[in-house]
């Protein structure tokens, strides 16, 4: 790793950073199955930005931190990556060896530090990414006395799913310990969505893919095209159910069919559907998660996906 200094102005910090690796290939399963939602949901795709932060004790120096933030930026390729569209609805990544990352510094020297942090996380989460042209991830430094005492990071979802974001947090704790970035990276079974997307491309990985498409094709052209009439008007319901004991209920049936929680949940939801629409099948969409594929444990990329139950 290349030690690169950080040119402060009087509101931001300019990071230079760089990478052992770099490159152009086609997206990942998961890098595509995330852009393709973010971009129907298009100009409130910002919705699905991830946002991480709090504060810091005792305090850091603004160079300390930057330091941690290009020591993140080295490990961890999806950081780095950027998402173009080839115009054939199929996504290109851009995995860059260098670059530079504005951080925002805001005083709160005359303010609280939590409410100036609010409100920057409110500003930048607030924004939708140029996924072709800005980097995945946002980041602001709230200072008094000279040291960060809260930092407020936004990233996108193109970059991080909810499983890869507790060991981001891992990493980023082991930086300011003083971890070394190379050796971190060392550690990892998979370095980023590059090394992911040249796996998902061999010959096992394209015959599982046929196989799942198969599956899906298969299933829904037995499927019922519509579980419900029509609505009469416009909108949709919406219900939320408030069960205090319906996590302990849950985890007793758990225990004893030898499944997880999750899975007893997921059964009473299709059966509640089915019942609710008077049939005896049903067609859920459901978000799985990858990570007990070894090789996905400690990636930090969207690796998730969606599928057909």
Not at 26 to 54: K, S, V
């Amino acid at each position: 790793m290349t030690t690169a200094s950080a040119k402060r102005t009087r509101d931001r910090v300019t990071v230079r950073f760089d990478g052992p690796t770099t490159g152009r290939g086609p997206a990942t399963w998961g890098q595509t199955a995330i852009r393709r939602a973010l971009g129907r949901l298009e100009p409130d795709d910002h919705q699905f930005n991830i946002d991480w932060g709090g504060p810091v004790e005792p305090g850091l120096p603004v160079e300390t931190a930057c330091d941690v933030l290009r020591g993140l930026l080295y490990v961890h390729d999806s950081l780095r990556t950027l998402l173009h569209e080839d115009g054939d609805g199929r996504y290109v990544q851009e995995l860059h060896a260098t670059g530079e990352l504005d951080v925002r510094v805001a005083d709160a020297e005359t303010d609280d530090v939590e409410s100036v942090a609010a409100e920057l996380r409110h500003r930048l989460g607030g924004l939708r990414f140029d996924y072709a042209r800005e980097w995945p991830l946002r980041v602001a430094l709230v200072t008094r006395g000279g040291l960060v005492r809260h930092v407020v990071v936004v990233l996108s979802h193109t970059a991080v799913d909810g499983w890869g974001l507790p060991r981001l947090v891992e990493d980023i704790t082991a930086l300011v310990a003083g971890a070394d970035p190379a050796t971190l990276r060392a550690g990892r079974r998979l370095s980023g969505p590059m090394e992911e997307a040249a796996q998902q491309r061999t010959p096992s990985a394209l015959r599982r893919e046929a196989s799942a498409r198969d599956f899906v094709l298969r299933n829904l052209a037995a499927a019922p095209t519509r579980m419900y009439q029509a609505p009469g008007g416009g909108g949709y319901r919406r219900a939320v159910l408030r069960c205090p004991g319906l996590a302990e209920a849950a985890e007793a049936c758990a225990a004893r069919l030898r499944a997880a929680s999750a899975t007893v949940l997921l059964a009473a939801a299709c059966a509640a559907v089915a019942a609710s629409a008077r049939r005896s099948d049903c067609v859920l969409q459901v978000m799985v998660n990858h990570r007990f594929v070894q090789r996905h444990v400690d990636l930090v990329a969207p690796v998730h996906f969606e599928r057909m139950l």
